[in-house]
């Protein structure tokens, strides 16, 4: 079973305008973390946020929000003025058992690609 | 200085050569990722080090041979590979110690086409 699902695979929108994007998740382990990364056609992948299932508060960054509702395991991306710059790939991503003290291995969804238009 | 860096930018090797990929970061992260990337696919995790010793390796086939010299430095050794092995290589580092917000950071990555 997917464990992270992206279910857009291109989103369109205006230059200015605010979008959302699309995430759901599947875990049984009650300490995870869920990330987003942007990944321009230049290939590298540029982190964006991050929000912990311990977290109370939805995480922000500047332009960028998560709206996090644990019950339905959703941590969609909302980009506020989006910019001819963010049109890129976006992938979800979870890490699960934060607190093990090992390496972390991310799972990723399988991304968004998002253009904006003028 | 929060960048990782690789080298080289772009690859093309042939099925009988061995060539290398090198990662380096000076983060002082003590986890070091590789990654594979096709086309229009996401990073798919091949392995991890975690205090220079290998903890993770995702059944990679043995003609890819990470390495960790020390912790700043992670390379790729790669031999009688495929054309199907053709893709972007992507090394990432974190501190190993997961606690709370603790992202990987990736590199610009190695786009590798085999002949």
């Known amino acids: 079973a997917q464990k992270i699902t992206q279910t857009q695979p291109g989103m369109f929108v205006q230059e200015k305008e605010a979008v959302t994007l699309d995430c759901t998740y599947d875990t049984s382990d009650p300490s995870y973390g869920l990330f987003w990364y942007k990944q321009p056609s230049s290939g590298e992948m540029i982190f964006l946020i991050y929000?912990?299932?311990?977290?109370?508060q939805n995480a922000t960054e500047g332009r960028y929000s998560l709206n996090f509702q644990k019950a339905r395991k959703s941590a969609n991306l909302v980009i506020s003025a989006s910019q001819l710059g963010d049109s890129a790939m976006y992938f979800c991503a979870m890490r699960e058992g934060v607190n093990t003290g090992t390496a972390s291995k991310l799972t990723f969804g399988t991304g968004t690609r998002l253009q904006v238009t003028l | 200085d929060t960048e990782v860096t690789q080298t080289p930018k772009h690859l093309v090797m042939g099925m009988t050569n061995k060539k290398s990929l090198k990662c380096e970061q000076h983060?002082?992260?003590?986890?070091m990722y590789w990654y594979k990337q096709k086309a229009k696919k996401p990073p798919e995790l091949m392995f991890v080090y975690s205090y220079e010793k290998l903890s993770i390796n995702e059944s990679v086939p043995s003609r890819f041979s990470p390495e960790c010299p020390n912790s700043s430095l992670l390379n790729l050794h790669l031999h009688a590979l495929q054309p199907e092995d053709s893709a972007l290589y992507l090394c990432?580092?974190?501190?190993?110690?997961?606690?709370?917000?603790?992202?990987?950071?990736f590199g610009p990555g190695t786009r590798l086409t085999v002949l």
């Open positions: 929000q912990g299932s311990y977290d109370q």
């Open positions: 990432a580092s974190s501190q190993p110690r997961d606690r709370g917000h603790n992202e990987q950071f």
């Open positions: 983060m002082g992260h003590r986890a």
